[in-house]
């Protein structure tokens, strides 16, 4: 039999987004830092099957992974901490678990057996945490959401049962709660969040751990009263302020009362090396050389969280660049030659629909025009091929997505997938390899002839437009390795313009950041 896995279960108390996925994702990175082998899970009690169709402006981005799952962006957040990549495993929502329940029961495999919530739901999110957790130390459970909701309850009572089933010294329970700052009496409220841990109580949970969030600095005296009515040690409370950075909070953790219970609870005893993270850090804080503004023309503007891996993937680079980085979100909608402009390098990142497409192509064509640095990501890619077949002279040059009746069809629907373009599930997901020409900046920038990205796409270029697009000031400098899909396109007269059809950005790492966001914050940094 082989070593057990530790179990580390996160839950959230108050309110949602209160940093549930930040805190396992930092107490992973300490565990990391120990020598542990760590693996982490999110499971969304949504009734989506995944999180491909869920609106970005309301949910923010939807992660991709290798092997093509569609996710919750909290599993960004896990990549970039912990350096790993995650697969379908480490994403589980209800639709999909209740899907499969109920296609189990219409072909007879229950025996005629009532279906119930639970057992067989909290069942079957168990075998999805054990399948999850298959090869770590130490495993973690993020459940999004709020304890309490009622989509949640079966998730609460899964892991519940789960730290029974393999031992309560094999389960550790994290609850995040939030403490608010009332301004107009001037004290902070812990009467939510005693609530918060009742909640969790009621179910049948008394957590080993409670972090406590708050805007600002609290005073100590908020740690002892969680600790009295939620019923933990004052040791096993955690105060966590909002910080300068997120990348101090594994340093905090690892010089907090943390550390003795994450110590005995794991059995290892080996002092965490941080030095990844005080790096990291310092080469944020420090005062930069350069400076660059990067416009970014996007449709989504109410919430950074649309394009939070963009943005995670533009300050890595910067940091590595030594370059003081701002950027300057462009209405796609409204764009105009002046916003493109005021800045000092553009970005068109993924998307979808009509909406902001004649701002986003205009970005590109500005680009190419006025030798203006530039990173196109997936429909960035798109429209800068629309743009240089408008160049060349095909007028009415469009995407059969913006404009389904166009002549020059230079980007079209891939082959298979017409008549799915308002569904989920049809669309080019997850990892592919890609052949660059050995003359192409892309390959001066990623080192290597044959690389593999992320993809999340649904329309493809059209090849048999290549000498138009060529005329129009792009070269295709990386295709698929069967030559039939195009990958990259450059414009060779411009000092930096590279497109990709992939999404370079869910492989940026804070401290490996991706070389085509270096290769953009290079050229456009003064």
Known sequence: MGKQTKYIFVTG???SGVGKGITAASIGAVLQAKGLTVSIQKCDPYLNVDAGLLNPAEHGECFVTKDGAETDLDLGHYERFLDIELTQKNATLSGRLLRDLIADERAGKFGGKTIQLVPHLTGAIQEAIREASEGSDVHFVEIGGTVGDYEGLSFVEAI???GRRIGRENALYVHVVYVPYIGTSKEFKSKPAQNALNDLRGFGIVPDVVIVRTDEPAPESIAGKIAMFGGVDESAVLM????????RIPEKIAGSSLMPILDAFTGNQHKPDL???TDLVARQQAPKAK?????????????????????E?????????????????????TASEDDFAAVDGLLVPGGFGTRGASGKTAAAAYALEHNKPYLGICLGLQVAVIAAARRAGLEQANSTEFDAETPDDVVYIMDGQQGKESTGGTLRLGNYPAHLAIDSRAYALYGSQDITERHRHRYEVNQKYRDAIERGGLSITGTSPDGKL????EAPTCDYFVA????????SRPTRPHPLFTGLIRAAGR
Do not use: C
Not at 486 to 489: A, D, L, M, R
Not at 500 to 507: C, D, I, K, L, S
């Open 13 to 15: 108390g108050v309110l």
């Open 486 to 489: 195009v990958e990259y396109v």
């Open 240 to 247: 966590m302020p909002n910080v300068d950075s997120v990348f």
């Open 160 to 162: 519940r049962e789960f």
């Open 291 to 311: 400076h660059a503004t990067i416009g970014i023309v996007a449709k989504y503007l109410d919430n950074e969280d649309t394009y939070i891996s963009v943005l």
């Open 275 to 277: 030095s990844r993270w």
């Open 313 to 333: 993937a533009l300050k890595a680079a910067a940091w590595r660049e030594d370059t003081d980085l701002k950027v300057q979100w462009i209405n796609a909608e």
């Open 500 to 507: 990709t059809q992939a999404h370079p950005e869910f492989r």
